[in-house]
């Protein structure tokens, strides 16, 4: 027995990773971080508890923390990141859309698609088909998804389902799976208002019926289960003023609010993100810089989701423009079936450096500690800190900045969530 | 025993596949093959000595082939395509150039890299250095990065030697990787002329000095090795002039040829490839509609690279152009360490679909019996036909168009080489 395995000065580990060539903290303030992305060459770090205990050179650890009791991964030689934080997503559905998205890029027209029943009714219908256990098993694959890819929080949409049964078994599920052991952190929240569900379309005044429905019961319903509360504010989707009541009523019942603002065009919903003081707002393709003033104005992160571009083959927002406004960029996946099937948060990085004209350090920081800022997590999650979750990813090479070089593969060795190995199944 | 075990009406089979819910035979016109994919529902194959024997339905197979000595492997409701045929890469060298790329995203001016001693040269002086045990080891993970995600023939080019004793040694590395077991099947080029070594950049009457040393030293030597003779044909590379010297030269040698043309600029690459009769030209971002009209009448095939552009943020060749010309096209990573660090043609699958106008089915043909034909080897390879070789992908989905659609990640779950299951090393 150690006499002072209980020593004050030498707080005791339950977890502890050497052998890194670069801890890469995303904390530049931390004592020997090097960059803007805070660089500890032959870094290591220590948990408790599934928290970060220190971080800082493997050869002070031993002198810093007792390791007496902890476990110790050896890292190998390989690079390691705080894991991606990807505050936009909408994994809980069931269906798929392949066959939508192949007619379209064969050319087949947005109207004849939607006269054939595809687009995001078709989803709305077969995730109000599902029972909660099939949409439990495959949002499930899916966390599985993202977290070998290094992703160790996710936001999570409800929206596909636009009844309040549906959209309660959404919420289920996600609050099911949060408490599974061995899955990405999980961020609801709560979009009933995604789109006009199929029974409200019939006459002009069943729009209002159904917002009303999403203000009146629905946000009051689960206003304990959702962290945030979002509208697809968009031509074709909902109004600014539609988005304005929703919203307003879901901050006096305690959501923080998030808005898809500016996809298709210049919807308004960027100003009335800044408006409300959301906490992001979402794709913002359309945005003038007008509107990007004031988002930085009002400390609204500007979430950005090039896998839609990818898939609707469309321009990329860019990237320099958010930041040489001044806006705090996140970057997400918008996983979903009908524009962003990606849960690979690395490829995302790659694309924001091909095609968003952002650096990679840009990408990196949007990627962890802006997603964190975007789910109102710039405390928990995001970076490599004490007191922060012991959320990390080892890659499979000693240098970080292979990402977005060697590009459309995965990169990630093992994920980390809470200290615990991520294994995939 | 059974009295029909060697039935000459029942040929044994040394190995089946069955439990496959969509086999992409991308033979159009096998019996009950549907679709230009050539799609088979509920598909089985076999096969004997790592060649196809027999594909068709599988409620068929046992009356087909005789089963008694087969290895079975069962699919588990899964889509397989013929393995992915990369019939442009670069896949031997050492060293990396991740620092050039983020430095060049970062702003840096080409000429400031030059200058630093990075592009080409430094991949040139990194592999002079290392020797041939280093680089069979560095090309051998990467071969097995291929496999991984479903490519089981791989082109591979010298270039990086650009003396006879390194080219020799690249060269060699290839020849001794074919004769591993267990990795994809490899098809090696030389291109000896990819850019001038250092050491012929003094003096302007260097330039034909290195021609004459590719012509009359490097070009005999390699004739047995290389089964093609491929130029870098572009401003700052080697002339049309130069190129037609060393590659009809090539071809009184007994190689066939391939041309990098017109990637940068209007290099008249494939006007020259039209005129000797090329397998392939390749690139071809700056070419004309009438050198697309001049490679389709003298049957070239149109290789394009949208790994470079998504690497270099370039503009993506168009994929419907040369369709729609007629031009036969294959698609391939040109992975290499400078303009191109991926290995995974479902990517460049999904590329083609996203920025090149291209459907899915247009690219999985591109990728498969396009490359099999930019390579002399559409009677081996590229499609699911008795006598071809026995290389498949199993997906880990039980439709092929999850390709392109669900991106950013590997979607192989098996790789089948000749008849043998890869293993991840």
Not at 44 to 73: C, F, K, N, Q, S
Not at 165 to 174: I, Q
């Amino acid at each position: 027995m150690r006499p002072d395995a209980s020593s004050p000065h030498r707080p005791p580990a339950d977890w502890a990773l050497t052998g890194v060539s670069r801890l890469v903290t995303m904390a530049p303030h931390l004592p020997g971080a090097v960059g803007t992305l805070g660089v500890i060459a032959h870094g290591a770090l220590a948990a408790r508890a599934g928290r970060i205990l220190w971080v800082g050179p493997e050869a002070a650890l031993t002198e810093a923390v007792d390791l007496a009791g902890a476990t110790r991964l050896e890292a190998g030689g390989c690079a390691v990141l705080p894991g991606f934080v990807d505050s936009h997503t909408h994994f809980v559905f069931a269906g798929d859309r392949a066959e939508e998205f192949h007619l379209r890029h064969a050319g087949v027209s947005y109207e004849e698609l939607a006269r054939q029943g595809r687009g995001i009714l078709s989803t709305v219908r077969a995730t109000r088909a599902a029972s909660e256990e099939e949409l439990r098993a495959l949002a499930r694959v899916r966390l599985r998804g993202f977290a070998t890819h290094g992703t160790t929080t996710v936001e999570g949409k409800t929206g596909y389902g636009l009844d309040v049964a549906s959209e309660t078994r959404c919420l289920a599920v996600m609050g099911e799976l949060a408490r599974e052991p061995g899955l990405p952190t999980i961020i609801p929240t709560f979009l009933g208002a995604h789109t006009l569900p199929p029974e409200y379309r019939a006459d002009p005044r069943d729009r209002e019926r159904y917002v009303d429905l999403v203000i009146e019961e629905m946000l009051p319903a689960f206003a304990g289960q959702a962290r945030f509360c979002d509208v697809f504010c968009e031509r074709g989707a909902f109004t600014v003023e539609e988005a304005r009541r929703i919203l307003e009523r879901a901050r006096t019942l305690g959501y923080a609010l998030k808005l898809h603002a500016n996809q298709l065009g210049p919807s308004g919903g960027a100003r009335l993100a800044a408006e409300l003081g959301a906490t992001s707002a979402d794709h913002l393709d359309f945005a003038t810089d007008a509107e990007l003033d004031l988002l930085r104005e009002a400390g609204v992160v500007g979430t950005l989701l090039p896998g839609c571009s990818f898939t609707l083959s469309a321009p990329y927002p860019s990237g320099r423009r958010l930041r040489d406004r001044g806006v705090r960029v996140a970057l997400a996946t918008d996983f979903n079936p009908g524009t962003s099937y990606c849960e690979n948060m690395q490829l995302i990085v790659a694309l924001a450096v091909s095609a968003m004209g952002m650096t990679l350090e840009e990408a990196l920081i949007a990627a962890t500690r802006g997603g964190a800022r975007a789910l109102d997590l710039e405390r928990e999650i995001g970076s490599l800190e004490p007191g922060k979750r012991c959320d990390l990813v080892l890659l499979d090479t000693p240098d970080e900045r292979a990402l977005a070089y060697h590009f459309g593969v995965n990169l990630v060795a093992r994920t980390i969530l809470g200290g615990q190995v991520y294994t995939a199944l």
